[in-house]
DNA sequence: AGACATACTAATAACGGTTACCATTATTGA
DNA sequence: TCAATAATGGTAACCGTTATTAGTATGTCT
């Protein structure tokens, strides 16, 4: 594999920051370095990364990919409203696959814990525009 | 709200499974009770009765969301390499929420727990094709 | 240094699941 | 029965992501 400035760029962004940012957002901020830069190299090169290890990638809402530069498994809360993720310090559990693994014959290689609900600024900005909404289920 | 022919059919095709369908399956399923149904009636109304909490829905890998009418909360498996979902009896622990609440301060209204890995199917065509292939992370 | 092989990039088109739109149809309460 | 209007079918738009392709940059070998 060879080296280029737009892969350190974008690898770069996504290690700077703990927002979990989309790929746009990782777009946006490393073309401030490269102008010229191309979304799908941030897209090709997000993949190659997240497939070397080097970030994580979570899945969500909207088919909308967050990536995460700290590759240490950990657990998120995220906003059901915009989607956005942040860091929480629940207990990783590693032993929990094995315990599944054993009762269900599974191949378990590892497990996603989320916690959702609304997060600050969404919460103030619904109760804002309107006390009678729809509620959300769960 | 009314009642049609179309939602009920939907509905009960997602109750009636446990495999979890992608809103594509549940539109080919309902088809064969109303041949004329459209897929778009088949997203409003999967929409509509998560909204009223008849069934969960649960947004994967892709951008595909899958559907379960089992709305009691539980947890699941999916396979990495087709998305597939199914049931897991491992222990859902509702003062989980609660604790991330305490000690973060969000609005922490629910939790999703998934384990990953490679379902059966997947597991013995990926040893069939290459036995040298690239080792997925985590 | 120069030249070669090829991984990588930029730009753009294609893709696939989902949503929006709108004229028509079907359900419901009076 | 009949009017009011929610729901449908068909289709186009949407949006994040992926594939394509001609051209560029990187690393290697001499």
Known sequence: MRRSRQR???LSVVKSTDCHPTADWVYHE???RIPGLSLGTVYRNLKVLC????VRCY????????FDGAVATHHHFRCDRCG???D???PVDASLDRQVADRT???V????LEFRGLCEGCRLERRRSSGSEVEDQH
Not at 51 to 54: K, V
Not at 59 to 66: F, I, L, Q
Request: proline share 3%; no cysteine; aromatic share 6%.
């Open 30 to 32: 490393a073309r401030r």
């Open 109 to 112: 290689r590892y497990h996603v």
């Open 88 to 90: 929480v310090d629940a």
């Open 8 to 10: 350190d760029a974008i």
């Open 59 to 66: 899945e969500g809402p909207g088919g909308v990919s967050r």
């Open 105 to 107: 014959g599974l191949d």
């Open 51 to 54: 497939e070397l290890g080097w």
């Open 84 to 86: 956005e993720m942040q």
